[in-house]
């Protein structure tokens, strides 16, 4: 593997097989609720309406994130069409630009090609990653942007008389606000500061860096400066609501306690986890003062989970960006390891990717209820494992072996995840199997839908309607109307906690429509409601239609 990545055509070649990977089956599944099918609708709202500076959710402003997500994947709507393909491709160009920016950074910190190859691709095998861009939310393209920084900034340090790098840096900066806002920040500020203290190194400031400084300045509050003429009440709403409350308060279900990274972080880079502490070990206990370059990955990564830790809301996400100093830290880790030990570790990944493939074939024998195309399965099997006895037997080099097997691992997850999530739609919280159903029912495809005590925004999707929603104290449905020009979606609001939205609901119910109820085990949701109505019922598990 080793020889066959010296050449940088073959590299291409590489890249060029994990994108096409990425890119089959990709439009194969339903929109997840409750972020992805979020974003996809905002997206698709923004396409539709042609108004790209005012996200809205099923009709409802919604200022939550910054607009760049939207707009890219409203441009992947309008080159591949309103759909998941459209939806997610942008985030698998953005793994392509990801791999080359890990194994630019790599170059720059080893001066190695060989430990800059094997960390591009450590990187395509962290779960963690490969979650990012299967999911459509910010996570994805932030990452892509704080690497890009990362890059121009590290680059811009060895060669100091290319100024357009530090520009290029600052415009990153910029855009990354306008995908996350000010945390996206955290990253390459907490790279900065740790680098210049570790190589003991002063912060210049200069004609330049003022000029990058005011260009990133413009990007970044741009779209908020825009909102604030409109409105000058969105200040109070961006500073309290949206940045202190998500780090203080128990906002939007997410708050966690201080050790849920302890626990699902080693999950989510599982194959690397003994190189990532061994690397750990060796960046800040060996006595060799003199390697700084693991000291400074050791020291980022422990500071990023440690920062985040401290904040209320916590998702695993959040923390994406810290994949990189997993993969350079495993990466030297490795090429530190013994012939022993890397043998040790080659069976690891080989045993991994053995039992997400086993994984794959017993699951619906374990429970019935879960499907699997077996003829798929078989095939992606097959092919695993005849490359890796193929590779293995021809090639003496353990590192290469290791690369081999990180990219096998990489891909046996991409196609037995694409596999099962395809097949498994209604276990994986997507409503398209239901709204296919409706949509392909002579009977019920032109009736009004209604979505009781959630906010379902792929139902809207899928249907392409605006959806009558009924709020009895979930925390989906309770929607921020300040920002509203008028008082319109009352008429897809019914708050049936009240009389009076009981008396529109019965209305309602009197007319041809569909109503959408979840179940939570043997339970359907408030079905006094529904009782002696008349109505006929189809059961799809998670979600009961009554019509």
């Known amino acids: 593997m080793n020889a066959f990545l010296s050449k940088s055509s073959h590299l291409l070649i590489l890249l060029s097989i994990i994108f096409f990977a990425c890119c089959i089956g990709l439009g194969s599944w339903g929109l997840t609720e409750t972020s992805e099918s979020r974003y996809a609708q905002i997206s698709k709202e923004m396409y539709d309406s042609g108004d790209y500076m005012h996200p809205r959710l099923m009709d409802v402003y919604h200022y939550h994130k910054p607009p760049l997500t939207y707009q890219i994947t409203a441009l992947g709507y309008k080159i591949f069409g309103v759909n998941e393909f459209g939806a997610r491709i942008f985030m698998q160009i953005a793994l392509l630009i990801q791999l080359l920016l890990v194994f630019m950074i790599a170059s720059l910190i080893f001066e190695n090609r060989n430990k800059a190859i094997m960390s591009a691709l450590i990187y395509f095998s962290i779960p963690l990653v490969l979650i990012s861009v299967r999911n459509l939310t910010t996570d994805a393209y932030l990452n892509t942007l704080v690497l890009a920084s990362l890059f121009f900034w590290l680059k811009q340090t060895k060669h100091p008389g290319k100024k357009y790098l530090l520009y290029a840096f600052f415009i990153c900066l910029g855009l990354i606000m306008n995908t996350k806002g000010p945390v996206g920040l955290i990253f390459p500020v907490l790279f900065i500061i740790s680098y210049k203290l570790i190589y003991n190194q002063k912060i210049r400031f200069d004609i330049h860096s003022l000029i990058g400084l005011i260009l990133f300045v413009v990007l970044s509050i741009g779209w908020t400066l825009l909102l604030l003429k409109q409105n000058p009440a969105m200040l109070d709403y961006f500073l309290d609501e949206q940045i202190l409350r998500r780090i203080n308060s128990k906002s939007y279900n997410r708050s966690k306690p201080f050790w849920f990274y302890l626990i699902t972080f080693p999950i989510a880079i599982l194959p690397w986890i ?67 030990h890397k043998n040790i570790l080659k069976v690891i990944l080989a045993t991994l990717t053995g039992l997400i493939l086993l994984g794959l074939f017993f699951l619906p024998l374990m429970d019935k209820k879960y499907e699997v195309n077996y003829i798929h399965a078989s095939v992606v099997a097959l092919l695993i494992i005849a490359s890796t006895i193929v590779v293995i037997k021809r090639s003496k080099d353990q590192n290469g072996q290791i690369m081999f097997l990180a990219v096998v691992f990489g891909l046996n997850l991409l196609f037995c995840s694409t596999i099962f999530l395809k097949s498994n739609d209604l276990y994986i919280n997507s409503v398209k199997r239901v709204m296919t159903y409706i949509q392909n029912t002579q009977a019920l495809k032109d009736r009004q839908i209604i979505v009781h005590n959630y906010l379902l925004p792929s139902a809207a999707f899928y249907s392409n309607q605006k959806i009558i929603t009924l709020n009895k104290g979930h925390n989906t449905v309770q929607r921020d109307m300040r920002f509203q020009n008028d008082a319109s979606w009352k008429d897809y609001l019914i708050d049936i906690q009240n009389d009076d939205g009981l008396q529109r609901l019965n209305a309602l119910m009197e007319k041809p ?20 109505k008349g109505f006929k019922m189809i059961d799809f598990d998670k979600w009961v239609i009554y019509y």
């Open 274 to 340: 003994w190189p990532t502490i061994n690397g750990i070990f060796r960046g800040l206990f060996k006595k060799k003062k003199t390697d700084k370059k693991s000291k400074l990955l050791a020291v980022n990564l422990i500071l990023i989970v440690f920062i985040f830790s401290l904040f209320s809301t916590k998702l695993i996400l959040y923390i994406l960006p810290v994949s990189l100093f997993v993969a350079l830290i495993s990466a030297q880790s490795i090429f530190n390891l013994s012939s022993k």
């Open 513 to 532: 429509v569909i109503l959408l109820v979840r179940r939570r085990g043997d339970n359907i949701e408030s079905s006094k409601l529904f009782e002696n």
